[in-house]
């Protein structure tokens, strides 16, 4: 008995069925109307070659526009090298190195972060670099806000209540330290120094975790300040740091700005200390404090230059994330936050900060702040 024909528009079912090939007209469908924002880029001029509808969305612009400019109009100052230079590394780096977040200036003054992906792809016969963004956020992204909002509380409390039992621990091997460290063989000595040594930088790790999640969720309390009267009192306070190591502590006129006391106070003594901290040790140390009007209305950009052992490109904008360390515990003691406390409290202030830094020669961390 003869088969009734199939519909049109309709497929065959059955295993006999021939298998749908796609054609150059459905990938091209799929990128435009995807739901990640895609970003084509040219690894030598930065232009973008092409981007679809989620990513004119992500970044609040048309197509036009993108494909007008280049990504150095967009990026941070401070990122344009580093950016450039993964750009073309990209293909003989690890998936895991590669792969990195940036921040690019949307057209109404606000930020997107966008992915670069460690494989270029071709385009019009040449490789391309990409940039991408996952799906944008579902109508119900706020019930993840909350749950957001509630981790953090969580963590903030139970972070705190750690506090106590580790200050408890280690005044007990205090008490051992100074009753019965004679009393041991060097083993044993050797034993209640680690255990020491690792409470220590508990407490330490504890106190930064803590103060990382204040800088986010302290509601700002801005007022008019005076950056030079706010540097001096934070060079008053880390005298001993400064005699110590024989800083020279410089900075010309600087403004007005509109900050959190409090948090402006922790940015300056961040950034102060690391430059103290990340120095050439036979060389005199020199910290220099500038600014000057940042593109944006109504911001200054303050610069906060160092002498010291720098970073290199490719470690810029690593070390500006939580727990990115480039030198060991054992070189440069510490936890690996402050950096991300600094682009925190700014970008609480509505600013960004970034790093212009060369090996051996030093390094200037830029951020933004609102005037006053």
Known sequence: MPQAAAPAGSARAGPDAPIPVASPDDFQLL???GPVA???????TLRVLAVNEAGTRALGCSEAELLAGSLRDRLD?????AFAHLVRAAPGLPVLEARSSWRLRRQDGGVARLELSPQPLPFRGA???VLFRAAEPPPGGREVGDKNASLSEFSYSALHDLKEPLHLIRGYLQLLRQRSLPQLDAEGREFLEYAYGGTQRMQALVLNL??????DAK???????????EVQEVVAALRFQIQEAEAIVTWDPLPSVRADRTLLTRLLQNLLSNAIKFRVHDRPVHIHLSSHRAPEAGQWEVCVKDNGIGIAMKDQERVLQPFQRVHSTDEYPGTGLGLSICRKIVEHHGGR???VSTPDVGTE???TLPEA
């Open 31 to 33: 990128f435009r109307k």
């Open 38 to 44: 895609v970003l084509l880029v040219d690894p030598a």
């Open 77 to 81: 100052p401070g990122d344009i090298d």
């Open 127 to 129: 490789p391309c670099a």
């Open 210 to 215: 803590l103060e990382y999640l204040r800088a």
């Open 219 to 229: 509601g700002l309390q801005t007022e008019p300040l005076e950056l030079a009267t």
């Open 353 to 355: 900060l970034w790093l």
């Open 365 to 367: 961390v830029h951020f």
